[in-house]
């Protein structure tokens, strides 16, 4: 996995270099959004010229709150594929609601200390303590009682979030008018982003890919198998930590741009829409911190058009329809391919059914006055009435099978639409349908202990999935009965290239 | 703790006592894995077999006894010991495939943030080759059927050249192909000189497949060859007066006692 973990920090990398390097004291261009009437609501279409500045990114502070926020977007798809593969997705959502009395109690502390400015980093700081405490709490409750995990989750989170919302109406009744910017760490306000925000989120974004990339087996093995993983001496525990470490960190670095209640989306919605796509996690990790980064990017360039536009429920919405997407087109378990593969079954029993019907027909009626070969007992025409009752098939159902049958080339039927005829070929898959599927139904008689775990419908023959010694067995002890069950020859050797019949 | 003895057993288990909360689970068990046999650890449900396994790798806390691995504790001696975990343990819907899962057991030897190379890719091609799985090795994991996942686990062990393999359950609800490769990959390990204790549920293969049997019920009722341990009369007092039970062991008391006589 190692040109994955290049790839994801290379990404970063990029991001970085495109926004530049960085002077400290920037203004935010956030001024002529908030100095508008607070009355006024409706979405206003952005001039040409501005549509121009802020796709061709002109602005200095466009670039910087660009970059801030499609890497906070790629370290929340990095991280979160990880918490969503160790199920702890969320703890990410009670971990960004106990941030809140934290920015409360560092607020009124930086107000104590009489700082003219609100300090972000300080603000930070404050709600990764009370973050890392909600954690905490959680693992405690967990240990120490027998609640379970969604109980102890579910506790911490509104105790938390209470203590918060209490502290921000005490906030709210200071004389000092420097609350206002608070509740942007509830709903999240990207373009009140300066750019020495921005650059604390590109750095803290960084310093996540490369904990990432440098823990990427660690974490692998974390969460697929704890057990062996602590067996094996590695201090799971330690490993559990730096993870939800890592949770905290792009939670507090996403509460500005998107704000506490959302940025759970943004941990688990780019992880949750990657895992339809790949079975490695590689891949996997690359396509969420890719849709991760995309979803920030559209959101912060829909709040630069339309400044009274939520950025972070942009963002949002942005990864939701990327999971929207992929849900339904995944390449590996996307409803579509879901859809077909559910499709090329039914029809594959169906045909089975339709071609055992036919062949067990012609075993069962009276035959001719001389002795048949084995060999023309498939050439007689078979009366659809018989076939239909005998198999207890509505009419609809023959009609479909015989459609199904026709276009496949199976049989013909005659003018009448009286009896079906088996074409040569339809002989051929006849005899190979009928002596698979009594091969299988006496493996599931002599194996019943372990045989279901082999039945598999897209496996057109046994030996794709048995072991071939078994398939001898069973036709032996098939042979032994009387001639009811008398097994068609193998038409054809199995193909060594349609093996391994058990992939679902 | 460590008591001079004339030969030092791999697994030396003294007067272990598991408890979750208040309920005992192991009870003042004592048990010796000898070196170089194949040994079953056998009882009913809820006996404490995969219990016993569990904390004496350290992963369940131990109420007191002792634990000692090659005469040292487990801490020391990691690097000789591999561990099998029951198949159910984990989620094998995780994006990950079967080598990658088997290279898993070369993590240790690596260190601390090498990435796998090329060369623990071959190890872990290596090993499931040898479970039969050659072919398998980039199969997502939840594509592999039930006993597949379960070899793939035993490759993750074998990949690790330990000299003592502890595995639960590897024969729990496999099918005839995987239980046949994973008696060959323990004939093979014995037949190095390791050493392989194995958690087992049915007891009609107990004398076929393994030398040493331990019979758990909490406490250890009986250890030893299975030749002479492993009778009717220790498997009652192992699993009680359950009538299938006993029938069940009955059968196999008879079985081992044809095994034996037909053994040179």
């Given at each position: 996995m190692k040109p994955a973990r290049i790839l994801a920090t290379l990404f970063l990398l990029l991001t970085l270099g495109f926004v530049g390097p960085l002077p400290r004291t920037i203004a935010a261009e956030t001024s002529h959004a908030s100095k508008r009437s607070l009355t006024e609501t409706r979405l206003e279409w952005p001039t040409r010229e501005k549509l121009w500045r802020t796709v061709s990114l002109a602005d200095y502070n466009t670039r910087v709150v660009f970059g801030g926020v499609t890497a906070l977007g790629a370290a929340g798809g990095l991280v979160g594929t990880f918490l969503l593969l160790r199920k702890r997705s969320l703890l990410s959502d009670t971990v960004s609601h106990c941030t809140l009395p934290g920015i409360a109690i560092a607020f009124l502390v930086s107000e104590a200390l009489g700082f003219q400015d609100r300090s972000l980093p300080l603000l930070l700081f404050g709600a990764a303590a009370t973050g890392i405490l909600g954690m905490a709490s959680v693992a405690a409750i967990r240990a120490r009682s027998h609640l379970k995990d969604d109980a102890a989750l579910a506790i911490v989170l509104s105790v938390f979030f209470g203590l918060g919302v209490a502290l921000m109406v005490v906030i709210q009744q200071l004389p000092t008018g420097n609350a206002a910017g608070l509740s942007h760490f509830i709903y999240g306000k990207a373009a009140s982003m300066t750019a020495g925000d921005a650059q604390l989120i590109l750095y803290a974004s960084l310093a996540i890919a490369f904990v990432c990339g440098a823990l990427f087996k660690e974490f692998k093995m974390?969460?697929?198998?704890?057990?062996?993983?602590?067996?094996?001496?590695?201090?799971?525990?330690?490993?559990?930590?730096?993870?939800?470490?890592?949770?905290?960190?792009?939670?507090?670095?996403?509460?500005?741009?998107?704000?506490?209640?959302?940025?759970?989306?943004?941990?688990?919605?780019?992880?949750?829409?990657?895992?339809?796509?790949?079975?490695?996690?590689?891949?996997?990790?690359?396509?969420?911190?890719?849709?991760?980064?995309?979803?920030?990017?559209?959101?912060?360039?829909?709040?630069?058009?339309?400044?009274?536009?939520?950025?972070?429920?942009?963002?949002?919405?942005?990864?939701?329809?990327?999971?929207?997407?992929?849900?339904?087109?995944?390449?590996?378990?996307?409803?579509?391919?879901?859809?077909?593969?559910?499709?090329?079954?039914?029809?594959?029993?169906?045909?089975?059914?339709?071609?055992?019907?036919?062949?067990?027909?012609?075993?069962?009626?009276?035959?001719?006055?001389?002795?048949?070969?084995?060999?023309?007992?498939?050439?007689?025409?078979?009366?659809?009435?018989?076939?239909?009752?005998?198999?207890?098939?509505?009419?609809?159902?023959?009609?479909?099978?015989?459609?199904?049958?026709?276009?496949?080339?199976?049989?013909?039927?005659?003018?009448?639409?009286?009896?079906?005829?088996?074409?040569?070929?339809?002989?051929?898959?006849?005899?190979?349908?009928?002596?698979?599927?009594?091969?299988?139904?006496?493996?599931?008689?002599?194996?019943?202990?372990?045989?279901?775990?082999?039945?598999?419908?897209?496996?057109?023959?046994?030996?794709?999935?048995?072991?071939?010694?078994?398939?001898?067995?069973?036709?032996?002890?098939?042979?032994?009965?009387?001639?009811?069950?008398?097994?068609?020859?193998?038409?054809?050797?199995?193909?060594?290239?349609?093996?391994?019949?058990?992939?679902? | 703790m460590s008591e001079p003895s004339p030969e030092i057993h791999p697994l030396e288990v003294r007067d272990l006592n598991v408890a979750y909360q208040t309920k005992v689970v192991v009870w003042d068990a004592d048990f010796d894995a000898p070196a170089g046999k194949l040994v079953a650890i056998v009882g009913p449900n809820g006996a404490g077999k995969s219990t016993l396994l569990k904390a004496s790798l350290g992963l369940l806390p131990i109420a007191s006894g002792s634990v000692l691995f090659f005469g040292q504790p487990y801490a020391k001696a990691r690097h000789r010991v591999a561990y099998v975990p029951q198949r159910e343990s984990v989620d094998w819907d995780f994006p990950v495939n079967a080598v990658e899962v088997v290279a898993m057991g070369l993590y240790r030897r690596l260190g601390w943030c090498r990435p796998v190379s090329r060369k623990e890719r071959d190890l872990a091609q290596a090993a499931l080759a040898k479970v039969g799985l050659a072919d398998h090795s980039t199969r997502q994991i939840s594509q592999l059927s039930g006993g597949q996942q379960q070899r793939v686990f035993l490759a993750r062990a074998l990949v690790q050249d330990a000299d003592l393999y502890l595995m639960d359950e590897p024969f729990a609800s496999v099918d005839a192909a995987t239980e046949r490769a994973i008696v060959e990959v323990l004939r093979e390990l014995r037949s190095r000189g390791k050493t392989v204790v194995c958690v087992h549920h049915d007891l009609p293969t107990v004398p076929e497949y393994f030398d040493h049997v331990a019979l758990l019920n909490m406490r250890v009722v009986a250890q030893g060859p299975v030749e002479t341990t492993f009778t009717a009369e220790n498997l009652r007092k192992t699993y009680g007066a359950r009538l299938t039970l006993l029938e069940e062991a009955a059968a196999a008391v008879e079985r081992a006692r044809v095994m034996t006589r037909h053994r040179p």
């Open positions: 974390l969460c697929f198998d704890t057990a062996f993983a602590q067996a094996q001496g590695w201090p799971v525990l330690a490993l559990d930590l730096a993870l939800m470490g890592l949770v905290v960190a792009v939670t507090v670095i996403g509460l500005q741009a998107v704000g506490l209640l959302l940025v759970v989306a943004l941990l688990i919605i780019p992880a949750a829409a990657a895992r339809f796509w790949s079975h490695r996690l590689g891949i996997t990790l690359l396509l969420a911190t890719g849709i991760g980064a995309v979803s920030g990017l559209v959101g912060v360039i829909a709040s630069a058009l339309f400044p009274r536009l939520p950025a972070g429920a942009v963002i949002v919405l942005a990864a939701v329809f990327c999971f929207a997407v992929s849900f339904v087109f995944g390449a590996e378990r996307g409803l579509f391919r879901h859809w077909l593969e559910q499709r090329r079954v039914g029809r594959s029993v169906a045909r089975q059914h339709l071609l055992r019907a036919l062949y067990e027909w012609c075993e069962r009626s009276p035959r001719s006055g001389k002795a048949e070969a084995p060999a023309q007992l498939l050439d007689r025409p078979v009366p659809l009435e018989a076939l239909r009752t005998d198999n207890h098939w509505p009419e609809s159902r023959l009609r479909s099978l015989l459609r199904l049958g026709r276009s496949e080339g199976l049989l013909s039927t005659d003018t009448g639409g009286n009896h079906a005829h088996l074409t040569s070929r339809g002989k051929i898959e006849a005899r190979r349908a009928t002596r698979n599927h009594r091969l299988w139904e006496t493996y599931l008689l002599r194996y019943a202990d372990v045989a279901p775990q082999h039945i598999h419908h897209n496996a057109d023959q046994i030996e794709h999935v048995i072991d071939p010694n078994i398939v001898n067995e069973l036709e032996e002890l098939l042979a032994g009965q009387d001639d009811v069950l008398l097994v068609p020859a193998d038409p054809e050797p199995p193909r060594p290239g349609t093996t391994g019949g058990l992939a679902s | -």
